[in-house]
């Protein structure tokens, strides 16, 4: 099945310990892309990846870093999390012409 | 002036009625337009996509696209308890970074 797995899908951890949020596609993809969804704010791009070891700065990047060392894997790292980084986070991946497919969340709580 | 505008106010219908759903936007460069439904603790899913002015219909959904006007809009027919879900329009100026709306909640009453 084609899919976008996200995990953990849920997490509770403290501020300042870092943590990595991992994704991975099966379908190919050229593109990936990690977006946080807030009340009221919707959905946000944090960073986008074209390519391997290709990876530029989406809306809300502070706070965040990413990897693109291999095709299928674009994990999202938090070096020190602050509560203001407490949100659901999705990782999409797209072939650059049908859209982008989404995982299935992950819920960051940071105390 | 955001890029791109949603209502966000819930949506509540009747089984069987038509749903409407728009978004206006200010860049002229958006070439590519989506429509996701997203499930309460879920990813959003692509429901429609389309580059171009114009209806494109997929059954009961239709989007439509005016370029000139920079307005889209989504039309879900005899509308299901199934279709209860919060729907986002997203666009993409073809360097594949999407800028969403901030999300229509649409429930439908059985």
């Known amino acids: 099945e084609a899919q976008v797995t996200q995990n953990p899908r849920y997490l509770i951890t403290v501020t300042g310990k870092k943590l990595t949020v991992t994704c991975s596609q099966n379908?190919?993809?050229?593109?990936m892309s990690w977006y946080r969804q807030d009340p009221g704010l919707g959905l946000r791009q944090i960073y986008y990846?074209?390519?391997?070891?290709?990876?530029d700065k989406g809306d809300v990047p502070e706070g965040y870093k990413v990897s693109r060392k291999e095709k299928r894997n674009f994990p999202l790292i938090l070096e020190s999390p602050s509560p203001n980084q407490t949100s659901l986070y999705f990782c999409?991946?797209?072939?650059?012409?049908?859209?982008?497919?989404f995982g299935s969340g992950t819920r960051l709580t940071v105390v | 002036q955001k890029e791109v505008e949603q209502d966000p106010g819930p949506l509540s219908v009747p089984e069987g009625a038509i749903v409407s759903l728009n978004c206006t936007y200010s860049n002229s460069a958006f070439q590519y337009f989506m429509w996701y439904r997203q499930y309460s603790r879920k990813g959003p899913e692509l429901l429609m996509y389309t580059y171009s002015s114009g209806n494109k219909e997929d059954g009961r959904f239709t989007a439509q696209v005016d370029k000139s006007s920079k307005y889209i809009s989504l039309f879900i027919r005899d509308s299901q308890p199934s279709d209860s879900a919060t729907y986002l329009c997203a666009m993409d100026n073809g360097n594949n970074r999407l800028a969403f709306g901030k999300g229509n909640q649409v429930v439908v009453i059985p």
């Open positions: 990846s074209m390519n391997v070891e290709v990876t």
């Open positions: 379908m190919n993809h050229e593109y």
């Open positions: 999409a991946s797209s072939d650059g012409w049908s859209g982008y497919t």
